[in-house]
């Protein structure tokens, strides 16, 4: 790789990498993150790969990683000289000689694309880059454009501004987009103080969860005694249904590496660990080879841009421990020791990683960095709202239609989220909840669907803005056996350090557990209440100090769930599989046997053609008679 | 399996990792890796190459989820319990392994073919529920899909 | 020298000395189990609890390893304090059903036992607070004993719950265990700690079984004194 320690080098690369994103032939572009792949997107590749091969034709086939459309993926794109950039959505292999037999003809057949792209925000440069010259072709005039498409119109991507368009392994196609620019400038133009400042303007807060502002943590890290300090990259995103830091590792790695850089420069820190959860395999592969181009390119490692600073970074994997998301139990960790957290009254930027000042910021953190001086603090803090500036990555999962990433500015409300954005509610069902922060987080009704998404507004609702994990819940789930399971991630995670959490949350798991299986005590609510109390006010670390908010959040809001479960024993949303009951309408069974066959506990008796009936006494209520009929004649209570 | 020969290939990974102390946690990864659990040949070897008390060795392969000191099945089947799988009626795949394998969450079969275990979050989302078996994703898995995905990877069509 | 109070009093202390120190050097008693003066802390046990008031926020401390402050005022028994200390006396009592000392310490500070929670079988009588790990590392060096899995099923013992080759039967960690779970029968000849039976070695004067063989050699290993030396007893020497 060639290196690049001037403005023209930078502008070289940078152009190298502008021909590879407006390439002059055609380019096909397969979404190739962990999310597309599990839908099947390397089957469609080599189709591809294949059917260019076949029919020799001139294209190039690249990979990229996640638009954040989940919902529609494996996602295809085709971008031809001049023309828009297409993308084709739900792509199979059996389809894959249509489409190219569809961009040989320069039309559109039986597949329809879901937008285009006429023109595209290059953020980090403050510059538009077209694909369309002249006017649109007219087999494209009535596809919309991405901006058109209620799932990308709030939109504001800033950390997620190269993940689905460049291709991860291409560190020129990154600087073509502005990568490095930032850290030239920050390294030749600015003075390390001068970066903290930006940093502090621009108003952003921590976006692992607990939202401390990010400068005033460099500030403190830069002013700590010592010659060696670290920086930290925490990659080891464990709220379950949360994936954005992996959309970022994975489809922008070097918006992290970059970032790191500038915080190290910042900060004064010669080494750097990215310490990424143990179930992300291509985020691993991606940031290894982006950080080895990096080291190659002379942007990391000694004299990183002809200046006189050394920087490099080591990745260090998880082991599977979701307590390690918590910065002192994600430093002994990478120390090589089991993830227990330790009291935090003397801060880690000053007493961190092996005793040194560790400024520990997270992926998503990171990746904005570059934007940020490249733009300016002030442009930053002007998104979003006061206190909560910029934007956030959301993973929208759970019952809703458009599920997938979504990057939207701070301050938006709830319902533009899950309506406008995701769609709403599959099914019809009724939409009843969002549940935010992960298991440290709270649910928010529907009631409250107006709420501003930011930082202290989401406190206050009783949940938190967390990592960014944002479950939508339809009539269907159960809040109580929300709780429950949260409090059952928990009691299987805690470090197993300090009383309150480690028996505390057990204790409380038992009650709940006691409570959907319909052998609640009236007063185990008011139990439930008085433990979380001690068990926040007790416990030694954020995981502890934040077990119970699940419960808490679910009391206040679905309090009647919760006296259904105790006093009626039943279970409203019909989950509760000791307070259910599953029925054969007689009038609705056509006696098609189905249900019978596949009931695993025999328990489904009839003659053929006539209404069956199910034995409750062996039923072991596991759904499949329902799932299977296909007359809708049986019914949960 | 042979001590000596396990104590060889202990002693090749630490030596990789420059017998570096911070480095254990890698290093038992690579011997997870290596031989699907983690030996009590390979946990002490390891302890003394690098002069960490065997105690601490053990408190980290115990601490994480990823390391098993029991050997696994050839096929580890993850049924994912991330929030997502878990409002789309996960515990309902997991329950139906278990009674197909006849084993209990953790457990590996007899016949040495399958291992249970839930994983928290594959990220995967938009296809909950899933259940990733020897590393392939089962997207929208219904429990009636289970006994034929089951039976292919026994007889070995797998995907 | 640092100015606060603790429960109204005004106090002086040291830059760097902990809370639980500054009040107890000042009469003030506050609760502890797993705060042991010959090892490292790790404020697992979370008796010591204390709220401490700086300006308007006030924030529950553990006091075992919260350095005092200027200025800052510290509660050791308020309603909130008590709170925290109940229920982690009530958690224990569930988990230690068996254990006096927890018992002792409940009934002096007027906690009953949660009904609510069904008294653990499995637990004995440790609390996890791991002086006897700390003890084994850091004073007698030989880290014989650690912690296994985690959470719930977390529990002190030896590799694999396999005898120790490196345990010299020393009992350190029997003698810091705060509530007696750590079991150890010494005989004349005997002493059995962690399922292995050590052999005692007798005076060579007075002829008295006073030290496991094995800890001898291991105190004549480390500090050069020949085991001829070591053969005498403390009080014959």
């Known amino acids: 790789m060639k290196k690049i320690s001037t403005l023209d080098d930078l502008k070289s690369a940078g152009d190298k990498g502008m021909k590879s994103l407006f390439p002059r032939g055609v380019k096909i572009v397969v979404g190739m993150a962990t999310s597309g792949i599990a839908s099947g997107a390397d089957k469609v590749y080599e189709a591809l790969q294949s059917a260019i091969k076949k029919r020799k034709l001139p294209f190039t086939l690249t990979k990229t990683g996640s638009m954040g459309m989940d919902f529609i993926e494996p996602l295809v794109e085709v971008i031809e000289k001049d023309k828009p950039r297409v993308a084709y959505g739900k792509m199979t292999a059996d389809k894959v000689p249509q489409l190219i037999g569809q961009i040989v003809k320069g039309a559109i057949d039986k597949i329809k694309p879901i937008y285009r792209v006429d023109e595209e925000d290059i953020i980090a440069k403050r510059e538009k880059k077209h694909y369309l010259t002249g006017i649109v072709p007219e087999y494209l005039q009535d596809i919309p454009t991405m901006y058109e498409v209620p799932f990308y119109k709030k939109q504001v991507k800033i950390a997620t501004r190269n993940c689905g368009i460049i291709d991860p392994e291409s560190i020129e196609e990154y600087i073509a987009r502005g990568g490095y620019l930032s850290l030239h400038k920050a390294l030749t133009a600015m003075s390390a103080e001068g970066i903290i400042e930006d940093v502090i303007k621009s108003g952003l807060r921590g976006r692992g969860g607990g939202g401390f502002p990010t400068g005033t943590k460099w500030q403190s890290c830069r002013r700590a005694h010592g010659d060696i300090k670290y920086v930290i990259c925490n990659g080891d995103e464990g709220d379950p249904g949360a994936y954005m830091d992996r959309s970022v590792m994975e489809g922008d790695p070097h918006s992290v590496i970059e970032g790191m850089i500038i915080g190290a420069y910042a900060v004064g820190a010669q080494e750097g660990y990215i310490y990424v959860r143990n179930e992300y395999p291509l985020a691993v592969a991606n940031l290894t080879k982006a950080i080895a181009d990096a080291r190659s390119s002379c942007l990391l490692g000694k004299n990183i841009l002809g200046t006189s600073f050394n920087f490099d970074i080591k990745i260090s994997k998880g082991a599977g421990a979701f307590v390690c998301g918590e910065s002192t139990a994600l430093m002994a960790s990478l120390e090589g020791k089991a993830g227990e957290p330790r009291a935090k009254y003397i801060h880690t930027v000053e007493h961190g990683l092996w005793d040194r000042p560790t400024n520990l910021n997270n992926v998503e953190t990171w990746a904005n960095v570059p934007v940020i001086i490249s733009r300016g603090g002030k442009w930053f803090s002007e998104i979003g709202v006061p206190h909560s500036t910029g934007t956030k990555v959301f993973s929208l999962v759970g019952k809703i239609n458009n599920i997938g990433l979504v990057e939207v500015p701070m301050g938006i409300p709830l319902k533009d989220i899950v309506y406008d954005i995701g769609g709403g509610i599959p099914g019809g069902k009724k939409f009843k909840a969002v549940q935010t922060g992960g298991p440290s987080g709270g649910c928010i009704p529907a009631t409250m669907m107006n709420l501003s998404v930011d930082f202290d507004a989401l406190w206050e609702a009783g949940s938190m803005m967390g990592s960014g994990g944002m479950i939508v819940m339809d009539e269907k789930t159960c809040m109580v056996d929300l709780a429950r399971y949260f409090i059952e991630f928990l009691v299987s995670e805690s470090c197993g350090k300090c009383t309150p959490c480690r028996e505390g949350v057990r204790r409380m798991n038992d009650i709940l557990h006691d409570i959907c299986a319909g052998k609640g005590k009236v007063g185990d609510v008011e139990m439930l209440e008085a433990m979380a109390i001690g068990i926040k006010d007790g416990s030694l670390c954020a995981l502890g100090g934040s077990a119970p908010n699940p419960v808490l959040s679910t009391i206040k809001y679905f309090r009647a769930e919760y006296d259904a479960h105790i006093k009626q024993k039943r279970c409203p949303a019909a989950v509760c599989r000791a307070l259910i009951k599953y029925e054969i309408s007689a009038k609705k069974c056509t006696g098609c046997t189905v249900c019978a066959k596949k009931c695993p506990s025999a328990c489904i008796s009839g003659v053929k053609k006539k209404a069956h009936k199910i034995d409750q006494t062996k039923c072991i209520k596991c759904g499949i008679c329902m799932e299977s009929c296909k007359f809708n004649a049986i019914t949960v209570k | ?159 | 020298m640092v100015n606060f109070i603790i429960d109204g009093k005004k106090i002086k202390a040291e830059k760097g000395t902990m809370v639980l120190e500054a009040a107890r050097s000042n009469g003030i008693d506050i609760p502890t189990l797993c705060a042991h003066e010959s090892v490292s802390r790790s404020g697992a046990c979370r008796l010591c609890v204390v709220e401490a008031k700086k300006g308007k926020r006030a924030k529950i401390v553990t006091s075992c390893l919260y350095p005092v402050e200027e200025g800052i005022i510290i509660e050791t028994n308020n309603e909130r304090v008590m709170n925290v200390r109940r229920l982690v006396l009530q958690l224990l009592l569930a988990r230690c059903p068996e254990s006096d000392v927890i018992q002792d310490l409940a009934k002096q500070l007027g906690v009953d036992p949660q009904p609510r929670f069904t008294p653990d079988g499995d637990k004995g009588k440790c609390i996890l607070c791991r002086s006897c790990i700390r003890v084994c590392e850091e004073v007698v060096g030989v880290s014989a004993i650690g912690f296994s899995c985690r959470g719930a099923d977390k529990a002190i013992g030896t590799p694999f719950s396999e005898d120790s080759a490196v345990c010299i039967g020393c009992g350190a960690c029997a003698f810091i265990c705060p509530t007696g779970h750590i079991e150890m029968e010494t005989t004349e000849e005997t002493r059995k700690i962690w399922g292995r039976t050590f052999k005692m070695k007798s005076c060579a004067v007075c002829g008295r079984y006073f030290a496991p063989e094995d800890q001898l050699k291991y105190i004549s290993k480390k500090t050069g004194v020949p085991m001829k030396e070591l053969a005498v007893c403390t009080n014959c020497r």
């Open chain 2, 1 to 159: 399996m042979k001590k000596a020969k396990v104590e060889a290939k202990t002693k090749e990974i630490v030596k990789k990792h420059g017998r570096d102390k911070t480095s254990l946690i890698a290093i038992l990864q690579d011997i997870q890796e290596e031989y699907n659990y983690l030996p009590k040949e390979a946990l002490c070897a390891v302890g003394e190459q690098l002069e960490i008390p065997i105690s601490r060795v053990y408190e980290v392969a115990t601490f994480y989820n990823s390391f098993s000191l029991i050997p696994r099945g050839r096929y580890l089947v993850e049924v994912c319990a991330g929030t997502a799988c878990h409002v789309q009626g996960a515990f309902n795949l997991m329950d139906r392994l278990q009674r197909d394998l006849e084993i209990k969450r953790g457990e590996t079969t007899p016949d040495n073919m399958f291992t249970l275990e839930e994983v928290r979050c594959l990220g995967c989302c938009s296809l909950a529920p899933v259940v990733r078996i020897d590393g392939n994703i089962h997207p929208y898995l219904t429990q009636d899909g289970i006994p034929k995905i089951l039976r292919n990877y026994k007889t070995g069509v797998t995907k």
